[in-house]
Nanobody, 124 residues
Framework: QVQLVESGGGLVQTGGSLKLSCAVSGRAVSRTTMAWFRQAPGKEREFVAAIRYNGYTYYADSVKDRFTISRDNAENTVSLQMNSLKPEDTAVYYC??????????????????WGQGTQVTVSS
């Protein structure tokens, strides 16, 4: 059984940084696609970033050049370094895993396993 546990959220000012982590059990992060999504109040869950088994990374346009997804194969964790944070980045951030094809990894429906989420709040 795959389990995901996010951590690292918090309150930060505009322009600040945070690093989220996702601890994974039951599946090797090096052999699957791991992704971060986020959901703001009243909005649908949206894709943020993903890292595939081959190490290739993918980002939403809204976070490109500000966020970096990475993984630690030894620790079996995935991280999201978030820099230059903006108020519009405020959301609950979720870690997910999928074995879907590349064309599907930006879709919420491709993911059947999620963590509990971690709140990120960016004050203006």
């Amino acid at each position: 059984q795959v389990q995901l546990v996010e951590s690292g959220g918090g309150l930060v000012q505009t322009g600040g940084s945070l690093k989220l982590s996702c601890a994974v059990s039951g599946r090797a992060v090096s052999r699957t696609t791991m992704a971060w999504f986020r959901q703001a109040p009243g909005k649908e869950r949206e894709f943020v970033a993903a890292i595939r088994y081959n190490g290739y990374t993918y980002y939403a346009d809204s976070v490109k050049d500000r966020f970096t997804i990475s993984r630690d194969n030894a620790e079996n964790t995935v991280s999201l370094q978030m820099n230059s944070l903006k108020p519009e980045d405020t959301a609950v951030y979720y870690c997910g895993t999928t074995n879907a094809v590349l064309s599907a990894i930006r879709s919420v429906s491709a993911y059947s396993t999620w963590g509990q989420g971690t709140q990120v709040t960016v004050s203006s």
